[in-house]
């Protein structure tokens, strides 16, 4: 008995998992109508609440925004609206600062969360994986002696939170290894063994500003 009841978990738990996951991004992208009065909600628009509409049009919204402001008209229409933004009080600071967070980690361009990194943590008998986020700056930078590094270290088995620590480049390596078989190898607890040759221990290299 007990051997089928393991197989039976084996076969819901990554499904049941896999449509709660789906169920909050589902629900999170129909709460973003929530900002608008509700005879402008899908909901009201179309008479009945029909489930996923709401989710499919924000998701809709969001490419064709990407498809407007990928052409020079679009760009210009894109920096009119960040001035306008940087412009006022309170709101400024807020878009400004959120901005630049999601430009940081969401461009393409951008460098963080781009190298799986192995640190010690929580203390310098232990390791775990990290992610580079860039290089300390501003006056933090001047505090600090000799070449550091940011690195986010997520929690298991929720890598949404984690502690943001900087440490000496010196004192970290750089796995040969995908962001995305990182994350698993955390949402996993580390049963999920992310394949790859062994190599000799390296620090991080710099980071390219560019």
């Known amino acids: 008995m007990k051997k089928y009841l393991i197989t039976g978990l084996l ?41 996923g509409v709401s989710a499919l049009l924000t998701i809709v919204i969001i490419f064709l925004t990407g498809v407007l402001t990928a052409n020079f008209i679009g760009a210009r ?32 361009s951008g460098h963080a969360f781009r190298r799986a990194l192995l640190v010690r943590w929580p203390h310098s008998g232990a390791w775990t994986i990290g ?20 690195v986010y270290v997520p929690t298991t088995p929720n890598p949404t939170g984690g502690y943001f620590v900087m440490l000496p480049r010196a004192d970290v390596i750089e ?13 996993s607890m580390g049963v999920v063994t992310p394949s790859g040759s062994k190599r000799a221990v390296r620090p991080v290299s710099p980071v390219d500003p560019t």
Do not use: C
Not at 25 to 43: C, G, S, Y
Not at 175 to 187: G, N, P, Q, R, T
């Open 11 to 51: 076969i819901w738990i990554p499904l049941v998992i896999t449509l709660w996951v789906l169920n909050i991004a589902v629900t999170t992208l129909e709460d973003a109508w929530r900002i608008l009065p509700p005879e402008f909600r899908p909901d009201s628009l179309l008479g009945r609440h029909i489930p």
């Open 131 to 150: 992610f580079l986020t860039g290089v300390p700056g501003g006056d933090v930078a001047n505090h600090l002696v000799g070449d550091y590094v940011s």
């Open 77 to 108: 229409l894109v920096y009119w609206w960040n001035h306008v933004m940087h412009r006022i009080p309170v709101v400024s600071s807020i878009y400004s600062s959120v901005k630049q967070v999601s430009d940081t980690l969401f461009s393409s």
């Open 175 to 187: 796995l040969e290894m995908s962001v995305d078989a990182a994350l698993k190898y955390i949402i």
